[in-house]
């Protein structure tokens, strides 16, 4: 097992959860295809912006924004074929499975990593997408039924396909490997538990528990070296898309979280519908603690003093060794979100703020 905090060498190391807001211009080069030949050239020098802002935030741990990405479950569509781009009824573009999958372009994802590493000397973060969202997101009664029956079906078919992305990861030198499962996090839901408890396939907590199986054997490629990392993602991006929030402490899904094979879990923790900090007691003694402790909600920028305290309150229950401070969740929600870059560049600062003052209160 290996961690952020030895990896970083420092007490309370910072990092982002993974996605940047993206300018305009990026967002039509990524998703509209704007640029033409020069449109790689142009996003290698956004990236490097991307970078550069987090470096200068003080981070230690850093992403390349997703600003590469056309959208973040969509990257599946990238590694295997079998997918259809539709427009759902909202008018945003939907992929689906339509087909039986088959590995298309293993690596994929790998160019993020090989890029950063020559413009950083910062620990490099990866994310992926669970299984079980990409079946919750892309898996449909009608369109899909015909190559996967269930949705669990799709699961199992694309976990061999991130596994081996995730293996590419690991040796391209990529330091953390983080899959984002929002969909056991909706698990802490009572509306969404119920909804599963009155399925036929064995309700809230068997599919808990299939997500997290998923989720382990994703990462059961990574090397010893990296840092294998699951983030609780509650959604929180839903609050800048206008969707429902799904509100709950995490005590419905302890029992899952207590099986998952990783080093790291990151949890959000500044809305207060996601209960007490208590609950990290509850969790295994050595896994180390990605404390969302940094609204991404827009329009809020904590004060360090203030993310300090809350990191303070965690630090009362588990211990000052294994906090990393991060935000809630990643700043760029959906393909088409508005988020303002230069608010997200303070709020990073604020938390790399709150770090110092920890560290020299403990180190």
Known sequence: MTTIAERSGVLFPTAVVGSLPRPDYVRQIVVDGSGGDDGPRYLDTAVAHAVALQESAGLDVISDGEWRRASYIGIIAELASGFALEIADDGRPWTVVVDEVHPEREGAVVGEVERLKGITDRLIKVALPSPALLAERMWDAERSSHAYTTGRDFAEAV??????????LSAAGADV??????????????????????????????????????????????????????????????????????????????????????????????????????????????????????????????????????VEEAISIIGAERIVLNPDCGFAPGSAAQVDLDEVYHKLENQTAAALILRERYG
């Open 177 to 310: 490997i983080q899959i984002d499962d929002p969909h056991l996090c909706l698990m802490v839901d009572p509306e969404v538990r119920n909804y599963y408890d009155d399925e036929e396939d064995g309700g809230a907590d068997i599919e808990s528990m299939f997500s997290v199986e998923m989720d382990n054997e994703v990462l059961r490629g990574v090397g010893e070296n990296v840092v294998s990392a699951v983030h609780l993602c509650r959604r929180a991006g839903a609050r800048v898309r206008g969707e429902a929030y799904h509100s709950g402490d995490y005590d419905p899904i302890l029992d899952a979280l207590s099986q998952l094979e990783v080093d790291h879990l990151t949890l959000e923790f500044t809305n207060p519908s996601a209960g007490d900090m208590e609950v990290l007691e509850q969790l295994p003694d050595d896994l180390e603690i990605g404390l969302g402790c940094v609204s991404v909600h827009p329009g809020e920028v904590d004060e360090p003093e203030v993310i300090a305290d809350r």
């Open 159 to 168: 976990t061999p396909i991130l596994r081996r992305e995730a293996e590419l």
